[in-house]
């Protein structure tokens, strides 16, 4: 033991002084006692929860199981909607992780079964949001930025073009996509020592969001954004679901003597295409709603016929000379067709797992994510001609999120019969590059560990396990300042970008995760 555990002092030292957890596929989601032991479960882990991690290892179980496991996610989240001196936190936020699975062990060297559960969640929400922009002075209503232009007319003040836009009220600003899967494992031993497996998923997705975001940025290069007096931001609801492309996961397990195991598993990359409807606020501009006020009742009339000659508008919605303009407005604004495109990355991992003593496990795994080859941007289509030819039809922002490397270590000690107590750690470099985060995206964390406790239990023909988790990330970027001290914006976070990143400030995560699992054997 001594030995195995100055390897493993060695291994961690020369691991990445950067690595910090910080991508949305948390290790040990699933299975409270995969959970207690930080993730590593890919060479030991039996239970119909192998589905997610190593389909081969399901043929070693003595009989056929049922497994129902849930998972409580309590997450909160702080950031900032406008420059660094206006960091704020969410408030918790729960999230139910449901996983079902059963596995039939039809003879010594088969099992097949099914499973349903989260693969991925992503997003969170924040309430009392009430300034938007960069940290410039603010525009609460239009007349702060309207002035005598000294001949009898007025002009925007031209000071004001990157204000931001502070409201009297306060809005939820909210972002979640959950990915779900059904899975098909068959597992197989080919000899008393080798085992292969192959689970089909078939994901299934859903998206909502509620954000606010400057329109006047879709108009301009955005390399080169012109700011839009605090004039321009716009409140965006959507809601989507939507079926993906199959895809598999593949195991393999070898017993090099009857107490050290090893395993790999390769995860293809699957794309859930969700479609559905999107809104967009026009009374939360703060020049749209008093002009909809002053004017929104006033007919249509004869422009009737001139509005719907516009190319894109007739296709979209058949204006009468009867409507006034709020139900134009309203028409062309809401039930827009949209759609969004996320990916499940593809993913390496290996593992071991050495039976130390005949009460103690010890378990490692590592795992490779390819994120940067499936989450390249984040992007609300709205699929009507009238958005495509004015340049609104693509909401959202650059991600480029990169390969993501997690470690995970675990320690099972059978301390009394049919009882274990569990210890688990892991780490994992940040998929989020600091040019692309926001209030929404996981930090990207410079260093973080990350802790697992869980128990177990055997009664009668039931496996019961608890498994616990802990994390916290934070990360600042630091605020750039010209030659005379003055602050500057960052590339990605400037007035007048439909979406602001990369934004100056702190940006916090703090989770909790509980596991409940219930194993019956047959």
Known sequence: MTRLFVALGMLLSLLHPTLGLGNPEAPGMYDARNMGM??????????????????????QNPTSQNQSAFTLLGVKLGGSFAGPDHYQESDWIAVPLPFWGYINKHSNDLAYGASFYLSLGFGGGYDGVKRYGTGKKCTTKPSDVIIDDGNGGVMLDPTAIDNDQCLSYSREEMVNMALFELAFPV??????????????????????????????????????????????????????????????????????????????????????????KTDVVLESNMLLDPALDMLGGLPVGGYADLVNSIPGVSQLVSILSSDNIYNVADKIATDIDSQISWSTAEAIELGIALQVTPTILFAMDWRRAYFSDSNKDFIVELKEPIFEASGLDRLGQKLDWEDADVWSLGVEWNFKRNQYLRFGYSMGNSATPEAYTNAFTPPPADQQDSFYIGYGTKKGRWLLDIGFNYATVEYEIDQPYDSEGNPVDTPTCRAGQLVKSGCPGLQTVESVFLGLSANYQY
Request: avoid cysteine; charge should be neutral.
């Open 38 to 59: 930080g993730g590593a479960g890919l060479a030991h882990l039996t239970s119909p929860a192998a589905v997610l991690h190593n389909p081969a290892n399901l043929v």
């Open 187 to 276: 597992s197989y031993r080919v000899n008393d020592r080798l085992r292969v497996g192959i689970s089909f998923r078939f994901p299934f997705g859903m998206f909502e969001q509620q954000t606010t975001e400057d329109f006047a940025g879709a108009f301009t290069d955005p390399d080169t954004p012109v700011g839009s007096y605090g004039l321009g931001f716009t409140q965006v609801q959507s809601k989507m679901y939507g079926v993906g492309d199959p895809g598999i996961l593949l195991g393999v397990s070898y017993d090099v003597t009857e107490y050290f195991t090893v395993a790999a598993a390769y995860r293809t990359k699957t794309t859930t295409t969700m479609k559905g």
